[in-house]
C-alpha cells in the first residue's frame, strides 16, 4: 500500500536549549558548593562554622568565607535549578532573576562592614566577587541563551 503522504516518525525529545544547558551547570555547581561546604578538608576551619554571621571562620576551598546558611542557600539554589530544568521558560527565570538576587547580593557585601552584625551571611572579598561574577554569568546566559529557535515548517 503506497500513499504520497511523508511517513512521520518519532523524533527524540530535544536534547535541551542553551538556556537549559547554561541553567544545568548554574545548578550543579550551586550543588556542588552547598555539599562541599559541610565537608571538612574542602571547608578549611570547619569546626568553627557557625549558623550565621561573620563570626564563622570557615572558609570553603580556602578561599571563600561560608556558614551553615550560606551553604543552604547554596543548596536551595541548586534545588530551584533542578526543578526548573526541564522548562526553558524556568531556566530563563531561574538564571535572570537569581542573577538578580546575586547581583543585589554583591552590591551588599561591598557595602556592609565585614565586621558589624548586618554581615549575616557571611560575606568576604572573594565572596562578593564571586558573587558579581555569578549575577554577570546569570543574567548574560538567560538573555543571551534564550533566543527561540525557528524551524522550517
Known amino acids: 500500500m503506497s500513499t504520497d503522504e511523508p511517513v512521520v516518525r518519532d523524533v527524540p525529545a530535544e536534547r535541551g536549549r542553551p538556556v537549559q544547558w547554561a541553567a544545568l551547570i548554574v545548578t550543579i555547581l550551586f550543588l556542588a558548593a552547598g555539599v562541599l561546604g559541610f565537608i571538612p578538608g574542602a571547608t578549611s576551619n570547619y569546626m568553627s562554622m557557625r549558623f550565621a554571621g561573620h563570626h564563622s571562620t570557615a572558609l570553603l576551598l580556602g578561599l571563600f568565607q561560608v556558614s551553615i546558611l550560606h551553604n543552604i542557600v547554596h543548596l536551595l ?4 535549578g533542578a526543578l526548573v530544568r526541564r522548562s526553558p521558560a524556568g531556566c530563563f527565570h531561574y538564571l535572570l532573576w537569581g542573577g538578580i538576587v546575586y547581583a543585589a547580593l ?3 557585601g561591598l557595602f556592609i562592614n565585614a565586621e ?6 557571611p560575606l568576604n572579598t572573594p565572596d562578593n566577587w564571586l558573587h ?8 548574560v546566559s538567560a538573555l543571551v541563551l534564550n533566543r527561540r529557535r525557528f524551524t522550517d515548517r
Open 106 to 108: 554583591w552590591l551588599y
Open 116 to 121: 558589624s552584625g548586618a554581615n549575616f551571611v
Open 132 to 139: 558579581f561574577g555569578l549575577a554577570v554569568v546569570m543574567i
Open 77 to 80: 539554589f541548586g534545588i530551584a
